[in-house]
């Protein structure tokens, strides 16, 4: 069984920093592109970040320069590092991991920027 284990949102202020992780359990991670996704309410799930299993990197234009994805395949995670927070940040954060035959999804986690 694959599941996909998000944690690390929380509430914090406009300007600060969270770093979310995602552990995965019941698949090899190298063989996977992992990804974050967010959803905000009323507005379509969308890439934040996404690490393929080549090493390539895509972010969303909306985040270049304040989060930085990264992965551990020996530990099978994936992690969010996300600075300068605004408060269009806030939204549910999505862990993704897909491949050609394959994609799965993490239960989210609330990120809220808020002062």
């Known amino acids: 069984q694959v599941q996909l284990v998000e944690s690390g949102g929380g509430l914090v202020q406009p300007g600060g920093s969270l770093r979310l992780s995602c552990v995965a359990s019941?698949?090899?991670?190298?063989?996977?592109?992992m990804g974050w996704y967010r959803q905000a309410p009323g507005k379509q799930r969308e890439l934040v970040a996404s690490n393929t299993s080549g090493g390539s990197t895509t972010y969303a234009d909306s985040v270049k320069g304040r989060f930085t994805i990264s992965r551990d395949d020996v530990k099978n995670m994936v992690y969010l590092q996300m600075n300068s927070l605004k408060p269009e940040d806030s939204a549910v954060y999505y862990c993704?991991?897909?491949?050609?035959?394959?994609?799965?999804w993490g239960q989210g986690t609330q990120v809220t920027v808020s002062s």
């Open positions: 993704n991991a897909a491949n050609t035959f394959r994609s799965y």
């Open positions: 019941g698949i090899i991670s190298r063989f996977y592109n």
